[in-house]
T-cell receptor, first 114, second 109 residues
Framework: KAGVTQTPRYLIKTRGQQVTLSCSPI?????VSWYQQTPGQGLQFLFE???????NKGNFPGRFSGRQFSNSRSEMNVSTLELGDSALYLC?????????????FGQGTRLTVV | SQQGEEDPQALSIQEGENATMNCSYK?????LQWYRQNSGRGLVHLIL?????REKHSGRLRVTLDTSKKSSSLLITASRAADTASYFC?????????FGAGTILRVKS
């Protein structure tokens, strides 16, 4: 069974640009969550999608958005990039979150904003 | 903040020794999970303990949970160099995970 796949693995963008990150969950998993990891703030929850609906959103500005497609693949978009958006963005999939099930993480996308 | 705290922040031990990491959290939980992260890569799930469980084992891992103290500990026995990684506890709130700050474990061979 293939794991969670995130693309691209590395990305360098200029301040003010926008970026789209992609996540393909494990087959059969309908929930996809996104997390931002930085040395200063640690792992922070961005949002969660289940069956194409955003069910939960973390405390991030509106520049951070996402969506989920009918095949459960998810994308997140960050517009008007700031230097502080440099981080490792992690995607996790699970069968049904909130039901004592584990989350499976991808390898992450390392975003550098210059 | 719902985010818990972990201690120690960093731990350095010799191969073969045991490593203990602690996690505290702030509100009632359904479960607590431990994850491992190798050098800025993805997180790997280690173990999940439910709120009605007090102790759980998985191979060389032993996790305890004390809901009265809102704390958990992860014990890695007979550590190996390959155990060098960051370890995070996470509590599940609805459909999101809230992670602690993590413990960096270094196992010297």
């Amino acid at each position: 069974k293939a794991g969670v796949t995130q693309t691209p693995r590395y990305l360098i963008k200029t301040r003010g640009q926008q970026v789209t990150l992609s996540c393909s969950p494990i087959s059969g998993h309908r929930s996809v969550s996104w997390y931002q990891q930085t040395p200063g703030q640690g792992l922070q929850f961005l949002f969660e999608y289940f069956s194409e609906t955003q069910r939960n959103k973390g405390n991030f500005p509106g520049r951070f958005s996402g969506r989920q497609f009918s095949n459960s693949r998810s994308e997140m978009n960050v517009s008007t990039l700031e230097l502080g958006d440099s981080a490792l963005y992690l995607c996790a999939s699970s069968v049904i979150p909130g039901k004592n099930t584990e989350a499976f993480f991808g390898q992450g996308t390392r975003l550098t904003v210059v | 903040s719902q985010q818990g705290e972990e201690d120690p922040q960093a731990l350095s031990i010799q191969e073969g020794e045991n490593a203990t990491m602690n996690c505290s959290y702030k509100t009632s939980i359904n479960n607590l999970q431990w994850y491992r992260q190798n050098s800025g890569r993805g997180l790997v799930h280690l173990i999940l303990i439910r709120s009605n469980e007090r102790e759980k084992h998985s191979g060389r891992l032993r996790v305890t949970l004390d809901t009265s103290k809102k704390s958990s500990s992860l014990l890695i026995t007979a550590s190996r160099a390959a155990d060098t990684a960051s370890y995070f506890c996470a509590t599940e709130y609805g459909n999101k995970l809230v992670f602690g700050a993590g413990t960096i474990l270094r196992v010297k061979s």
